[in-house]
């Protein structure tokens, strides 16, 4: 092959090279083969294509860029300041340090202009995917002739350990079936993972792969050829009914006369010698952290971004002349403000449930409380893992994302971890309000996409059904017995578990108005009654954790979440009978709960009462509010298959159970 790379964009391209490998040696850690194996292709790429706008990395209709094999992270901190962004070089020689804009791996909120956290590897393939579905689904509600005014394409980078992740295979065949056409994905076809050459365990035929899921694949291209990378990223945006892989051959660490080609480059500084002997290879003779004008001239996108912002700027003014309701809805939309008649709405929407006053499961609960929500709330883009039956997460108002147009809602298939990537690709994006659906137990699928949605604290939403052995016959592999109290493990994490409708209807509000991370609503499968209660109980929902029932000169306080709120207001009747008088606290979140003033959370659980918690999962979470000295009524192993109530029976998690714990303590 014939390298045609022009000898400026050779220049570009070994800038990035001396970046990386220099603030890899600075910091003496780091990635720079990657970062040098992939340099003529973000040339072609941030230097031919990438619509962005350095001055403002926000601007809604830029293009979407993910690294998804996040270790080369300096690959994007050397483009984010090449190309003019606010990523001063002080940053980039800060590489890896503490409160540095340029953590190990991209995170989101760190630098302008990163647009998803990366590094776990596969993820960020699935985020490109709900970013690209984001896209179709604003186009599709918001274009007009004439006015394109959601008009980008996604692009990402991924490696081979991208694409030996099982995620890749969950969220390419979907977007291979929905046709993402706007998303392009650059595929590293180095040949190297960190244990060595991949024949041993990677020897996929990914061009067929990515064609049997109905992609345009273009093979073989030679990655260290701007040209050819150039006229395949341009044969890509062409191809407009299915997503795009460019599989581009390059030599991981291009440059080091020592280290191409071969894993030690992948994952450590190449040494100062080395570093010295591939500045001399390249003909780089700059020294560490400086880039000559002509190249800085080069990169600077500031002028480009500005009028492509600008001239998207003048096509919305046009817009909102012609079509003012849109483009009001518009700005909202993408400024992420709730509508201005939510509060009112949602009020409503809660005195008309607790007028109701229903006994049903919370997953119904819950599916009434998305068709109410949703009739105010546009935005709101639902889905679940092939259980949308099951979950309830269907509407009156839900329409299905095909292969072509719009939509609000995603049968994501049998691919939990995936959605759940997908869901914060679609919250990343902005203009849509995203939730995910599956049953309880297979959270698990899912869990480092949650983990991430709570390190990037993005309004994501999980439903999570089927939550306890009150599932029933299915038996212990679908019986979450651990999975609530994991799930509250993670920082960030909301997790509300309610106990009926009421309750069901404020959790979904709350999701949905949380600005700064992501929730779990944890729902039943089976009816649960529903909870009388006055309006200052009713008013403290929102709070996490309240007084659900009360009495006076109470002995003891049973804090119970969800399913087990009945058991605990059973038991307060019967220990009443026997002169006990007792307070019931309903927890629904005990995050929220956490976060409020001191004076609230005493008032609601007052020292020097002893305490007893019921939940139908692990009982170790509840020693933080129980005490060593208090009870849990939970379930410390797998669960059996059998009816719901036969199982609370035979493990004990009932009303004489509370009852004897309460007696036990006072
Ligand atoms: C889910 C996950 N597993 C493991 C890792 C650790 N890890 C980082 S890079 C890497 C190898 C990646 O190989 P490739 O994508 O080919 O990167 P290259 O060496 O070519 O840059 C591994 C195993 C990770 N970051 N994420
Ligand atoms: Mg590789």
Same mark, same amino acid.
């Given at each position: 092959m014939t390298d045609t790379t022009s000898s400026i964009e050779r220049d570009m391209a070994n800038a990035i090279r001396a970046l990386a490998m220099d603030a890899v040696q600075k910091a003496n850690s780091g990635h720079p083969g990657m970062p040098m194996g992939m340099a003529e292709i973000a040339v072609a790429l941030w230097g031919r294509h990438l619509r962005h706008n350095p001055a403002n990395a926000a601007w809604p209709n830029r293009d979407r860029f993910v690294l998804s094999n996040g270790h080369g992270s300096m690959l994007l901190y050397a483009l984010l300041h090449l190309t003019g962004h606010?990523?001063?070089m002080e940053e980039l020689k800060r590489f890896r340090q503490l409160h540095s804009k340029t953590p190990g791996h991209p995170e989101y909120g760190c630098a302008p202009g990163v647009e998803t956290t990366t590094?776990?590897?596969?993820?960020g393939l699935s985020n490109a995917v709900g970013m690209a579905i984001a896209e179709r689904i604003l186009a599709a509600e918001f274009n007009r002739p004439g006015f394109p005014v959601i008009d980008h394409f996604t692009y990402a980078f991924a490696g081979d350990g991208c694409l030996m992740e099982g995620i890749s295979h969950e969220a390419c065949s979907l977007a291979g079936t929905l046709g993402l056409g706007k998303l392009i994905v650059l595929y590293d076809d180095n040949g190297i993972s960190i244990d060595g050459h991949v024949e041993g365990w990677f020897t996929d035929d990914t061009p067929a792969r990515f064609a049997a899921y109905g992609w345009d694949v273009i093979p073989n291209?030679?990655?260290?050829d701007v040209e050819a990378v150039d006229a395949a990223i341009r044969a890509a945006q062409g191809v407009t009914d299915r997503p795009s892989l460019l599989c581009c051959k390059t030599v991981i660490g291009k440059g080091s006369p020592n280290k191409a080609g071969s894993h030690e480059a992948h994952g450590a500084p190449l040494g100062e010698a080395e570093v010295a002997a591939t500045r001399a290879a390249l003909g780089w003779h700059y020294p560490p952290f400086e880039i000559p004008a002509h190249v800085y001239r080069a990169w600077d996108a500031r002028a480009r971004g500005a009028a492509l912002e600008r001239a998207w700027r003048e096509t919305v003014d046009g817009y909102a002349r012609a079509h003012p309701a849109l483009a009001a809805e518009l700005e909202r939309r993408l400024a992420g403000r709730l509508p201005a008649n939510w509060d009112a709405a949602t009020r409503a929407l809660v005195g008309q449930t607790a007028a109701k006053g229903e006994t049903i499961a919370t997953r119904k609960a819950s599916q009434n409380a998305i068709e109410g929500l949703a009739k105010v709330l546009p935005e709101l883009v639902g889905g679940s893992a092939d259980l949308a039956g099951s979950n309830l997460t269907l509407w009156s108002g839900a329409r299905p994302i095909g292969r072509t147009g719009g939509g609000?809602?995603?049968?994501? &298939?049998?691919r939990e971890f995936a959605m759940a990537g997908i869901v914060n690709g679609l919250a990343l994006h902005g203009g849509v309000v995203p939730f995910g659906a599956t049953f309880l137990v297979f959270a698990d699928y899912a869990r480092n996409a949650l983990r991430l949605s709570a390190l990037m604290r993005i309004r994501a939403i999980e439903v999570f059904t089927?939550?306890?052995?009150?599932? &029933?016959?299915?038996?212990p592999t679908h019986q979450s017995v651990e999975q609530i109290a994991s799930l509250r493990l993670i920082p960030h994490m909301d997790v509300w578990r309610p106990a009926d409708t009421v309750e069901t209807m404020v959790a979904w509000i709350a999701a949905v108005e949380r600005g700064d991370g992501p929730t779990s609503l944890v729902l039943t499968r089976q009816n649960v009654p529903f909870q009388p209660r006055d309006a200052a109980a009713l008013a403290a929902i929102r709070r996490g954790g309240y007084v659900l029932a009360d009495a006076s000169g109470a002995r003891a306080v049973v804090i119970a979440t969800g399913s087990e709120v009945a058991l605990a207001i059973g038991a307060k009747a019967q220990l009443a009978a026997d002169g006990i008088p007792i307070r019931v606290v309903s927890m629904p979140c005990a995050e929220v709960f956490d976060r409020q003033d001191a004076a609230y959370r005493e008032a609601v659980l007052p020292q020097g009462l002893p305490r007893v918690a019921v939940e139908a999962g692990v009982t170790d979470y509840w020693r933080k509010y129980v005490g060593l000295d208090g009870a849990v009524v939970g379930l410390d192993r797998f669960g059996e298959s059998a009816p719901g109530p036969e199982l609370f029976k035979h493990f004990g998690i009932t009303v004489e159970a509370v009852t004897a714990a309460v007696k036990r303590l006072v």
């Amino acid at each position: 092959m014939t390298d045609t790379t022009s000898s400026i964009e050779r220049d570009m391209a070994n800038a990035i090279r001396a970046l990386a490998m220099d603030a890899v040696q600075k910091a003496n850690s780091g990635h720079p083969g990657m970062p040098m194996g992939m340099a003529e292709i973000a040339v072609a790429l941030w230097g031919r294509h990438l619509r962005h706008n350095p001055a403002n990395a926000a601007w809604p209709n830029r293009d979407r860029f993910v690294l998804s094999n996040g270790h080369g992270s300096m690959l994007l901190y050397a483009l984010l300041h090449l190309t003019g962004h606010d990523l001063p070089m002080e940053e980039l020689k800060r590489f890896r340090q503490l409160h540095s804009k340029t953590p190990g791996h991209p995170e989101y909120g760190c630098a302008p202009g990163v647009e998803t956290t990366t590094g776990p590897l596969g993820q960020g393939l699935s985020n490109a995917v709900g970013m690209a579905i984001a896209e179709r689904i604003l186009a599709a509600e918001f274009n007009r002739p004439g006015f394109p005014v959601i008009d980008h394409f996604t692009y990402a980078f991924a490696g081979d350990g991208c694409l030996m992740e099982g995620i890749s295979h969950e969220a390419c065949s979907l977007a291979g079936t929905l046709g993402l056409g706007k998303l392009i994905v650059l595929y590293d076809d180095n040949g190297i993972s960190i244990d060595g050459h991949v024949e041993g365990w990677f020897t996929d035929d990914t061009p067929a792969r990515f064609a049997a899921y109905g992609w345009d694949v273009i093979p073989n291209i030679d990655g260290h050829d701007v040209e050819a990378v150039d006229a395949a990223i341009r044969a890509a945006q062409g191809v407009t009914d299915r997503p795009s892989l460019l599989c581009c051959k390059t030599v991981i660490g291009k440059g080091s006369p020592n280290k191409a080609g071969s894993h030690e480059a992948h994952g450590a500084p190449l040494g100062e010698a080395e570093v010295a002997a591939t500045r001399a290879a390249l003909g780089w003779h700059y020294p560490p952290f400086e880039i000559p004008a002509h190249v800085y001239r080069a990169w600077d996108a500031r002028a480009r971004g500005a009028a492509l912002e600008r001239a998207w700027r003048e096509t919305v003014d046009g817009y909102a002349r012609a079509h003012p309701a849109l483009a009001a809805e518009l700005e909202r939309r993408l400024a992420g403000r709730l509508p201005a008649n939510w509060d009112a709405a949602t009020r409503a929407l809660v005195g008309q449930t607790a007028a109701k006053g229903e006994t049903i499961a919370t997953r119904k609960a819950s599916q009434n409380a998305i068709e109410g929500l949703a009739k105010v709330l546009p935005e709101l883009v639902g889905g679940s893992a092939d259980l949308a039956g099951s979950n309830l997460t269907l509407w009156s108002g839900a329409r299905p994302i095909g292969r072509t147009g719009g939509g609000n809602y995603l049968h994501y &298939g049998v691919r939990e971890f995936a959605m759940a990537g997908i869901v914060n690709g679609l919250a990343l994006h902005g203009g849509v309000v995203p939730f995910g659906a599956t049953f309880l137990v297979f959270a698990d699928y899912a869990r480092n996409a949650l983990r991430l949605s709570a390190l990037m604290r993005i309004r994501a939403i999980e439903v999570f059904t089927h939550d306890s052995i009150g599932l &029933g016959e299915d038996g212990p592999t679908h019986q979450s017995v651990e999975q609530i109290a994991s799930l509250r493990l993670i920082p960030h994490m909301d997790v509300w578990r309610p106990a009926d409708t009421v309750e069901t209807m404020v959790a979904w509000i709350a999701a949905v108005e949380r600005g700064d991370g992501p929730t779990s609503l944890v729902l039943t499968r089976q009816n649960v009654p529903f909870q009388p209660r006055d309006a200052a109980a009713l008013a403290a929902i929102r709070r996490g954790g309240y007084v659900l029932a009360d009495a006076s000169g109470a002995r003891a306080v049973v804090i119970a979440t969800g399913s087990e709120v009945a058991l605990a207001i059973g038991a307060k009747a019967q220990l009443a009978a026997d002169g006990i008088p007792i307070r019931v606290v309903s927890m629904p979140c005990a995050e929220v709960f956490d976060r409020q003033d001191a004076a609230y959370r005493e008032a609601v659980l007052p020292q020097g009462l002893p305490r007893v918690a019921v939940e139908a999962g692990v009982t170790d979470y509840w020693r933080k509010y129980v005490g060593l000295d208090g009870a849990v009524v939970g379930l410390d192993r797998f669960g059996e298959s059998a009816p719901g109530p036969e199982l609370f029976k035979h493990f004990g998690i009932t009303v004489e159970a509370v009852t004897a714990a309460v007696k036990r303590l006072v």
